[in-house]
């Protein structure tokens, strides 16, 4: 790896382009180095897990709004849309089934110096594939440098910090995955790239406070919006530079300032993009901080014999966790039963008073109004409090990823006084959990959610599909996707101005 300093430049200073971040993202995409075998399988794992999350979602209203929003841009060649038959233009596409993919918080992430869901790069690398007549192996080398890009800006620079949403690193990351796929020159990725940053960069309330379906759409909104980066890219129009570097920068004005001083590795020429093997899928519909903390209640359930006896739940665990899923997060939100499935989906105290009371964590059933309004379950939600631990944030950044840790401590006081105490430092479902997830376990996961929902003969000519991407014929990649049967999905056509 080859790591750039990355700060503030001034202007007068004519930062050389190859000194600057986006020249160096644009280098990477444009290496013509070969994708890993084990990387090809993984990226088939997150294609079939990204489909999996998608079918699940099809029904609910801000996927079926985004839905009939790309149903009103018909085009050829175009791009599939998941769910429905025909052609669609490629960044509209990649906005129904970017929002589609996210709307369950349920496909894969990545959590370092700031966090990233990086599945979010496959829908508009697949839509513009799709359009443009691209083979599978086409396909996997753009998704390979989507992933890549992110996992290193994830690594290296907090938007959290500076309350800027990490979309901030998907719309750089998938314009590059898009030139890579196109097989673009480094200039063209590199105003992509400026452009992409420049126009996704948003402050982070869309997670906090009363959190709304633009939680799932600001993703899809990156993805829409690199694709028309690349598209005014490739007809030779430019971006702000240096995007990030200069004096009325991102870095500047956004980040941490003139003072700036982040380290960003990239892959040497030559060498493998591994990043997506550094990311990990959920096995359960949350916040990816609750991921371990869903499998420790399931845990310590069997030692509970009634629920209603427990007096207090104090759950130890790193900052983040504690201020943007925790009580530290200071939202009245997180305790309102009435709260949004999105914000739901944000409360740690809601997530475990759930999984506590029934030993278990369903992506719809857990969310039901009526299991968020049960007496019971209000009682011990407004039981459980988050404290930050120094020990668990230091794991939670840890460089050796065999002491990195997202999960934490849990502390339950029962009414007579008893304690039980135990502790997860993973999900069992992380590469280094008790069930860490293989082929399998994303076709199982994709089976179960597909369930009443995609016939099964759809389901297997898809993952047969998936299962091989890597040697699809354009003509195939067009086919990677899942439609169901005419009238499955006749929902109300919702008003807009399209």
């Given amino acids: 790896m080859r790591t750039l300093r990355v700060g503030v430049a001034a202007s007068a200073d004519a930062l050389p382009r190859e000194q600057q971040l986006a020249w160096r993202l644009a280098e990477t995409a444009v290496d013509p180095v070969e994708v890993l075998p084990e990387v090809v399988e993984m990226i088939g794992n997150r294609i079939i897990d990204n489909a999996a999350v998608a079918v699940a979602s099809l029904r609910r209203g801000p996927v079926v709004h985004a839905r009939h929003q790309a149903e009103a841009h018909p085009y050829r060649p175009g791009s599939t849309v998941f769910g429905i038959a025909g052609a669609y233009s490629p960044e509209w596409a990649a906005w129904a089934n970017g929002v589609a993919v996210r709307e369950l918080d349920f496909h894969d992430t990545f959590l ?19 359009h443009t007549g691209k083979t599978g192996h086409d396909l996997v080398r753009g998704i390979a440098t989507g992933y890549e890009l992110q996992v290193a800006l994830v690594r290296a620079i907090c938007l959290h910090a500076h309350k800027i949403d990490h979309v901030a690193h998907l719309g750089p990351s998938a314009a590059a995955g898009i030139g890579t796929l196109l ?57 702000p530079a240096p995007i990030y570097e200069g004096e009325d920068g991102v870095i500047a004005w956004l980040l941490d300032g003139p003072d ?19 990311t990990f899928t959920k096995a359960h519909s ?30 130890t665990t790193s900052h983040h ?54 007496p019971s379950t209000i009682d011990l939600w407004r039981r459980i409090r988050t404290v930050e631990d120094p020990e668990w944030t230091r794991r939670y950044h840890a460089p050796d990823p065999d002491e990195r840790a997202f999960g934490g401590r849990i502390e339950i006081v029962l009414a007579d006084g008893t304690t039980i105490t ?19 376990d994303y076709v199982a996961k994709f089976r179960t959610l597909a369930e009443g929902i995609v016939p099964a003969a759809e389901q297997d000519r898809f993952l047969e599909l998936a299962g091989r991407v890597e040697e699809l014929s354009a003509e195939e990649v067009r086919q990677l996707t899942v439609t169901l049967p005419d009238g499955a999905l006749a929902d109300v056509k919702s008003q807009g101005i399209f």
């Fill in 112 to 130: 370092a110096a700031d966090y990233a869901h990086p599945g979010d790069n496959i829908p508009p690398i697949l839509a513009v594939a799709q």
């Fill in 183 to 239: 097989g673009l020159p480094a200039e063209v990725i590199y105003q992509a790239v400026g452009q992409a940053l420049h126009t996704t960069t948003a402050t982070r309330q869309s997670r906090k406070g009363e959190i709304s379906s633009w939680k799932a759409y600001a993703p899809a909104f990156a993805g829409k919006i690199a694709i028309e980066a690349v598209d005014r890219a490739m007809r030779g129009e430019g971006a």
């Fill in 260 to 278: 700036a001083d982040y380290q960003v590795a990239l892959p040497d020429p030559g060498e493998p993009k591994r990043g997506i093997l550094d």
């Fill in 286 to 315: 949350a916040e990816y901080q609750a991921q371990a903390l869903i499998d420790l209640a399931i845990r310590v359930r069997s030692k509970i014999t009634d629920p209603t006896k427990i007096n207090e739940i104090v759950v």
């Fill in 321 to 374: 966790t504690h201020n943007v899923i925790g009580s530290g997060a200071n939202d009245p939100q997180k305790y309102d039963p009435d709260a949004s499935r999105e914000t739901l989906d944000h409360s740690l105290m809601y997530i475990l008073a759930v999984a506590l009371e029934d030993g278990s964590w369903h992506h719809e059933r857990s969310y039901a109004p009526e299991r968020a309004h049960r």
């Fill in 422 to 440: 135990d502790e997860l430092a993973v999900a069992d479902a992380h590469p280094r959990g008790a069930k860490p997830y293989a082929r399998p």
